[in-house]
């Protein structure tokens, strides 16, 4: 370097530095420039002040752009010096070679380029860099004065741009505009942050006037220009921005320093200003929160405290300080210590200590000093309240009184010391609750079986002894047959003695209990019980005075009483003492806890005790189960004793069997009390057995009974209509038709159930008598196991007495009804014949079934006409006088049903009975003057359908 600057050769090069050096020993001939030696004068006065140049300076000689620069630029190519000296720019920089190229042919032609914070991107330590560049490009001529090379000053200002786009960045990052107020002038030079801040347009002139004006009224006063005269009119201060177009404020924070130098004499302010509307809304928030939340922590029942983030209480509601008298504020800090007991403080304190280190939920229980002295346990609870960082803002606590639960709690202690005698205890209990559980299920189950197989069995029963006792009319004089009939008729009996047995097991049958002293029941009894025991049997029999009345079937309580006699006479084996006593008894809530079915309350008790065998602990447990019996095959059903256990069961009382081998047995029977009067039993069912020409219908959905009964009833002398469910039966009543007595069965198909179909029926026709009938009552008219009241029922099987005594006992009760209104002869077309015969027309196409059908009107005196089909019908009506139309509904011209339609045009107002093979006939009511037979039917259900369209004219002597 030094030869460089001593070479007196080339003296522009007399320069210290690297370049200067460098430029002396490159070979310049290889370029467009050529060597040193031919280098013009023009050019090397610029290399000249090139080199000595203190800022980087690049000039591009000639068309080509061949680069000569001093130490400034080669610092600031990096990594491209030294080989970028000497050789063209477009090939050297070609990652800006447009930009270059521009520069070239621009300042070339005699332009000049200043370029501001210029962004490149350029290679200059091997990768690519941004750069920001100010730049200033001037021509240099040559000797003729025209421009032959480019002198560029190159300023880095990457870092300036950098930092400027950092603090940009975060402004608007912080929400932070940055300004400088020059007082004297009240202009401001402010960021684009600061203009969004305050609403303000980038082409704005932002003056202190403009702010102030912008100002809320109020906040004016705060403002800079307002506080000139102090030593720093920029301190902190927080103003509303109110926006004159639409009235929005908005909070805005500024703060400044003054930053101009005593020598001007002119102050200077720079400064901040951020948006802190969010942050007021947010107080304003906190604020109206902290007011709700005391005022829901003022209503609350319990006490409600706060404390600061460092655990210093500073808040309790007034009901702390109601309940501990202390006077309000006294308990904040540490004050709240005083009224806790003094052996719980410490604890308290430790645990709240620790929750707070910790930052976790806070409890404890501790004893709190009321205002009249007294301590009351408490639980307190505090958990704390964070912001967005999670650091806690405050912690909100409760005093909970859990007096009452430490009380318990001492009381458990206590009791826990005899648990396990006492779970014992409990376990024998519970043990023995669920046997009699099992066993009650056990029963319950059976007896549903039972009672539903009873049911089906009684139906079955009635369709049989319904029609022996029919068939016995018409045998009458035949010895022989009739004592067949008679047998079969006692197996009926026994059959339905056995189905009313499965029933009061089963707590199925419909009781009728009536007010009872048992006393009184027992003194009827005693000549039936003695005559059934034998002389050999001792009986005692033992009443205690002031003995209650019980609620009882009375008839269902004597037969319990004699089958207990008789399983004691057979116990005992004919020969013993039997003991039987009435008393008053009262059962208690712990003795009721061991039956799951057995009420604690008043009963009366029946207890009938023997001198037998007794009986083993097994045979116990099966003693009430049906069909089990002792005794030897065929000496017994072992029906008797699970009778007497449904029957007490069903009448809401309890039975308890006390029993020893070797030493007799004890059946107790714990009847419900009745606080009401003895009611007068009398017997219904006792009477002649006479029948009645009163109108009845029958509602059975089971063909079999259903023909039976009707069968039964035409005997007594009834005009009897039917309907196989409650429908059909009420459509018979909304016909008109006069009816005297509903027979119905309680359990039939359909939707319409008998009770709503005798309401229904009650309704219409208020002085019809109603007689309900079944083997297996289910709960429409009987309700815990008893009829409901005023219900007359007779239940299946039934004799043709028993069903004929009912019958006229109803019937008495009903009111007398109006005579049916009835069709004036001349106008019905009826005309009696000089031999007083009725004329009846039959309209049948199978000649089996019309010659039949004739031959049974015949038997009963009427005067018949026949007609195969509907047209030869019409064509006697129209020639003779007819008195009633019997017609098949399937006819081979026309229906039947339209038959009697053209039929009535003929002769107004004829009575018509349909004869088909269906239950009900479409467009077919039955009523005064209709009436529909069922095939196959008999001479007598014919006759009484007749009769009733007649109005009872049908029949003659």
Request: glycine share 10%; net charge negative; charged share 25%.
């Given at each position: 370097?030094?030869?460089?600057?001593?070479?007196?050769?080339?003296?522009?090069?007399a320069?210290d530095?690297?370049?200067?050096?460098?430029?002396?020993?490159?070979?310049?001939a290889?370029?467009?420039?050529?060597?040193l030696?031919?280098?013009?004068?023009?050019?090397?006065?610029?290399?000249?002040?090139?080199?000595?140049?203190?800022?980087?300076?690049?000039?591009?000689?000639?068309?080509?752009?061949?680069?000569?620069?001093?130490?400034?630029?080669?610092?600031?190519?990096?990594?491209?010096h030294?080989?970028?000296?000497?050789?063209n720019?477009?090939?050297?920089w070609?990652?800006?070679?447009?930009?270059?190229?521009?520069?070239?042919?621009?300042?070339?032609?005699?332009?000049?380029?200043?370029c501001?914070?210029?962004?490149?991107?350029?290679?200059?330590?091997?990768?690519?860099?941004?750069?920001?560049?100010?730049?200033?490009?001037?021509?240099?001529?040559?000797?003729?004065?025209?421009?032959?090379?480019?002198?560029?000053?190159?300023?880095?200002?990457?870092?300036r741009?950098r930092?400027?786009?950092?603090?940009?960045i975060?402004?608007?990052?912080?929400?932070?505009?940055?300004?400088?107020?020059?007082?004297?002038?009240?202009m401001l030079?402010?960021s684009?942050?600061?203009r969004?801040?305050?609403?303000?347009?980038?082409?704005?002139?932002?003056?202190d006037?403009?702010?102030?004006?912008?100002?809320?009224?109020?906040?004016?006063?705060?403002?800079g220009?307002?506080?000139?005269?102090?030593?720093?009119?920029?301190?902190?201060?927080?103003?509303?921005?109110?926006?004159?177009?639409?009235g929005?404020?908005?909070?805005?924070?500024r703060?400044?320093e003054?930053?101009?130098?005593?020598?001007?004499?002119?102050?200077?302010?720079?400064?901040?200003a951020?948006?802190?509307?969010d942050?007021?809304?947010?107080?304003?928030?906190?604020?109206?929160?902290?007011a709700?939340?005391?005022?829901?922590?003022?209503?609350m029942?319990?006490?409600?405290?706060?404390?600061?983030?460092?655990?210093?209480?500073?808040?309790?509601?007034?009901?702390?300080?109601?309940?501990?008298?202390?006077?309000?504020?006294?308990l904040?800090?540490?004050?709240?210590?005083?009224?806790?007991?003094p052996?719980?403080?410490?604890?308290?304190?430790?645990?709240w200590a620790a929750?707070?280190?910790?930052?976790?939920?806070?409890?404890?229980?501790?004893?709190?000093?009321?205002?009249?002295?007294?301590?009351?346990?408490?639980?307190?609870?505090?958990?704390?309240l964070?912001?967005?960082?999670?650091?806690?803002?405050?912690w909100?606590?409760?005093n909970t009184?859990?007096?009452?639960q430490?009380?318990?709690?001492?009381?458990?202690?206590?009791?826990?010391?005899?648990?396990e005698?006492?779970?014992?205890?409990?376990?024998?209990?519970?043990?023995?609750?669920?046997?009699?559980?099992?066993?009650s299920?056990?029963?319950?189950?059976?007896?549903?079986?039972?009672g539903?197989?009873?049911?089906?069995?009684?139906?079955?029963?009635q369709v049989?002894?319904?029609?022996?006792?029919?068939l016995?009319?018409?045998?009458?004089?035949?010895d022989?047959?009739?004592?067949?009939?008679h047998?079969?008729?006692?197996?009926?009996?026994?059959?339905?003695?056995?189905?009313?047995?499965?029933?009061?097991?089963?707590?199925?049958?419909?009781?009728?209990?009536?007010?009872?002293?048992?006393?009184?029941?027992?003194?009827?009894?005693?000549?039936?019980?003695?005559r059934?025991?034998?002389?050999?049997i001792?009986?005692?029999?033992?009443?205690?005075?002031?003995?209650?009345?019980?609620?009882?079937?009375?008839?269902n309580?004597?037969?319990?009483?004699?089958?207990?006699?008789?399983?004691?006479?057979?116990?005992?084996?004919?020969?013993?003492?039997?003991?039987?006593?009435?008393?008053?008894a009262?059962?208690?809530?712990d003795?009721a806890q061991a039956?799951?079915?057995?009420?604690?309350?008043?009963?009366?008790?029946?207890?009938?005790?023997?001198?037998?065998?007794?009986?083993?602990?097994e045979?116990l447990e099966?003693?009430?189960?049906p069909?089990f019996?002792?005794?030897?095959?065929?000496?017994?059903t072992?029906?008797?004793?699970?009778?007497?256990?449904?029957?007490?069961?069903?009448?809401?009382?309890?039975?308890?069997?006390?029993?020893?081998?070797?030493?007799?047995t004890?059946?107790?029977l714990?009847?419900?009390?009745?606080?009401?009067?003895?009611?007068?039993?009398?017997?219904?069912?006792?009477?002649?057995?006479?029948?009645?020409?009163?109108?009845?219908?029958v509602?059975?959905?089971?063909?079999?009974?259903?023909?039976?009964?009707?069968a039964?009833?035409s005997?007594?002398?009834?005009r009897?209509?039917?309907a196989?469910?409650?429908?059909?039966?009420?459509?018979?009543?909304?016909?008109?038709?006069?009816?005297?007595?509903?027979?119905?069965?309680?359990?039939?198909?359909?939707?319409?159930?008998?009770?709503?179909l005798?309401?229904?029926?009650?309704?219409?026709?208020?002085?019809?008598?109603?007689?309900?009938?079944?083997?297996?009552?289910?709960?429409?008219?009987?309700?815990?196991?008893?009829?409901?009241?005023?219900?007359?029922?007779?239940?299946?099987?039934?004799t043709r007495?028993?069903?004929?005594?009912?019958?006229?006992?109803?019937?008495?009760k009903a009111?007398?009804?109006?005579?049916?209104?009835?069709?004036?002869?001349?106008?019905?077309g009826?005309?009696?014949?000089?031999?007083?015969?009725?004329?009846?027309?039959?309209?049948?196409?199978?000649?089996?079934?019309?010659?039949?059908?004739?031959?049974?009107?015949?038997d009963?005196?009427?005067?018949?006409?026949?007609a195969?089909?509907?047209?030869?019908?019409?064509?006697?009506?129209?020639?003779?006088?007819?008195?009633?139309?019997v017609?098949?509904?399937?006819?081979?011209?026309?229906?039947?049903?339209?038959?009697?339609?053209?039929?009535?045009?003929l002769?107004?107002?004829?009575?018509?009975?349909?004869?088909?093979?269906?239950?009900?006939?479409?467009?077919?009511?039955?009523?005064?003057?209709?009436?529909?037979?069922?095939?196959?039917?008999?001479?007598?259900t014919?006759?009484?359908?007749?009769?009733?369209?007649?109005?009872?004219?049908?029949?003659?002597?």
């Open positions: 370097m030094q030869a460089a600057a001593s070479d007196m050769r080339y003296p522009f090069l320069v530095g690297e370049i200067a050096s460098l430029i002396n020993t490159f070979d310049w290889q370029t467009s420039i050529g060597p030696s031919s280098w013009s004068t023009g050019l090397k006065s610029i290399v000249a002040v090139v080199l000595r140049a203190k800022v980087p300076m690049l000039l591009m000689w000639g068309a080509d752009g061949v680069m000569i620069y001093n130490d400034g630029f080669a610092a600031f190519a990096g990594g491209r030294p080989a970028s000296l000497g050789s720019i477009r090939e050297h070609p990652e800006i070679v447009a930009f270059d190229a521009n520069v070239l042919d621009a300042v070339l032609g005699g332009a000049t380029l200043s501001r914070d210029q962004h490149l991107v350029i290679e200059r330590n091997g990768a690519p860099e941004d750069v920001w560049l100010n730049l200033d490009c001037s021509p240099v001529p040559d000797d003729d004065g025209i421009p032959a090379g480019v002198l560029a000053i190159v300023v880095d200002t990457t870092l741009v930092t400027e786009q950092r603090l940009r975060a402004q608007e990052a912080g929400g932070i505009g940055t300004f400088e107020w020059y007082p004297e002038t009240g030079d402010v684009d942050e600061y969004r801040i305050w609403g303000l347009a980038a082409d704005v002139v932002v003056t006037r403009l702010l102030v004006d912008l100002l809320h009224p109020d906040d004016r006063t705060a403002s220009p307002a506080k000139l005269g102090q030593n720093n009119p920029l301190d902190y201060v927080e103003y509303r921005r109110v926006d004159a177009a639409t929005d404020i908005r909070w805005i924070a703060r400044g003054v930053v101009s130098s005593p020598e001007s004499g002119q102050r200077r302010f720079i400064g901040v951020f948006d802190i509307t942050r007021k809304c947010a107080e304003a928030a906190i604020r109206e929160s902290e709700r939340f005391r005022n829901l922590a003022q209503s029942p319990n006490h409600v405290w706060t404390a600061r983030p460092d655990g210093r209480l500073d808040w309790f509601n007034d009901r702390v300080y109601r309940y501990s008298g202390a006077p309000a504020g006294t904040d800090g540490d004050g709240w210590g005083s009224i806790v007991h052996d719980d403080l410490r604890n308290a304190a430790e645990s929750a707070r280190h910790a930052g976790q939920q806070y409890e404890a229980e501790f004893r709190l000093r009321r205002h009249d002295g007294a301590y009351r346990w408490h639980i307190a609870r505090a958990v704390s964070r912001d967005a960082t999670g650091r806690i803002e405050k909100i606590g409760t009184d859990i007096q009452e430490k009380i318990a709690e001492a009381s458990l202690a206590d009791l826990a010391a005899t648990l005698q006492r779970v014992e205890a409990r376990t024998t209990e519970l043990l023995q609750t669920q046997d009699a559980l099992r066993q299920q056990k029963m319950e189950s059976i007896g549903n079986l039972t539903g197989v009873a049911h089906d069995f009684n139906n079955l029963l049989i002894g319904g029609n022996l006792q029919l016995l009319s018409e045998l009458a004089g035949n022989r047959a009739e004592q067949r009939i047998n079969a008729m006692a197996g009926v009996a026994r059959g339905a003695k056995l189905a009313s047995q499965l029933l009061s097991f089963g707590r199925r049958q419909p009781l009728a209990p009536k007010v009872v002293n048992i006393g009184r029941l027992l003194r009827n009894l005693d000549d039936i019980l003695r059934s025991l034998g002389e050999a001792e009986i005692e029999t033992i009443v205690a005075g002031g003995l209650w009345n019980t609620y009882i079937d009375p008839g309580v004597e037969n319990a009483i004699l089958n207990l006699a008789i399983n004691a006479r057979d116990a005992m084996d004919g020969n013993g003492k039997l003991t039987i006593e009435a008393g008053n009262f059962l208690d809530s003795y039956y799951a079915d057995v009420p604690p309350g008043q009963y009366v008790l029946l207890a009938v005790t023997d001198t037998g065998t007794g009986m083993s602990v045979t099966k003693v009430f189960e069909f019996t002792t005794k030897p095959e065929g000496r017994g072992g029906l008797g004793l699970s009778m007497v256990y449904g029957f007490v069961k069903q009448s809401g009382g309890h039975i308890k069997i006390y029993s020893e081998l070797g030493q007799g004890t059946i107790k714990y009847l419900p009390r009745s606080p009401q009067s003895e009611d007068v039993i009398v017997e219904r069912d006792a009477g002649p057995v006479i029948g009645g020409n009163e109108t009845i219908l509602a059975e959905d089971d063909e079999a009974v259903r023909n039976t009964v009707v039964i009833l005997d007594l002398g009834y009897v209509l039917k196989r469910d409650a429908q059909s039966a009420l459509t018979i009543i909304e016909s008109g038709a006069s009816i005297d007595l509903l027979f119905t069965d309680v359990v039939m198909p359909g939707a319409l159930k008998s009770p709503e005798a309401r229904k029926a009650l309704e219409r026709l208020p002085h019809l008598g109603v007689l309900f009938t079944s083997g297996y009552t289910e709960n429409s008219i009987v309700h815990s196991g008893r009829l409901d009241e005023g219900v007359e029922l007779l239940s299946k099987p039934y007495e028993a069903l004929a005594r009912r019958i006229r006992h109803v019937l008495a009111l007398p009804r109006a005579s049916a209104v009835e069709v004036p002869a001349q106008e019905a009826i005309g009696m014949r000089p031999d007083g015969k009725q004329t009846i027309l039959v309209c049948e196409d199978d000649w089996l079934i019309r010659a039949s059908t004739v031959d049974m009107l015949e009963q005196g009427y005067a018949v006409l026949e195969a089909d509907a047209k030869t019908a019409l064509v006697v009506l129209s020639e003779r006088t007819v008195d009633v139309l017609t098949d509904v399937g006819l081979p011209d026309m229906s039947g049903v339209m038959l009697a339609e053209r039929a009535r045009i002769l107004p107002g004829l009575p018509v009975v349909f004869a088909t093979g269906h239950s009900d006939v479409e467009g077919v009511t039955p009523g005064p003057l209709v009436q529909l037979v069922v095939k196959p039917f008999s001479g007598k014919l006759a009484a359908a007749i009769a009733f369209v007649t109005g009872g004219r049908g029949l003659v002597g």
